[in-house]
């Protein structure tokens, strides 16, 4: 099952110090997204289609939710447990024979970027 996602809005300027303390650690299954409230969102992954495909999705989800702000209507928090069921009943390895729907997913934007961009490869 993914992570949780952290998030840092504590920005107090450039810094390797700064960045590596709010950085999502590789193996750390807690956080596996980073949302850094000032500059950015970075994602971790036992793969990098598994990371790509966290920030992808976090991107959509942030994306999704400023157009629903954008209406100015309240919005409706699900309760806890319905999100709980569906990161059970979507998050596992055992619905999928062959490649993760991450992997998948990857390996159709490498054969679009293969075809449309041919020259990033060399």
Known sequence: MSGKI?????????????????????????????????????TVGETIADAYDRLYYIERAAQVQIYAMWTGQPLKKLPDAVVEKTKRDISGAYLYKGPTPAQRHFAALKRILDRKEPDYAS
């Open 6 to 42: 952290a998030y840092d809005d504590e920005y107090t300027g450039p810094g390797a110090r700064s960045r590596r303390r709010r950085a999502p650690r590789a193996g750390d299954r807690r956080q596996d997204r980073a949302v850094h409230g000032n500059h950015g969102i970075s």
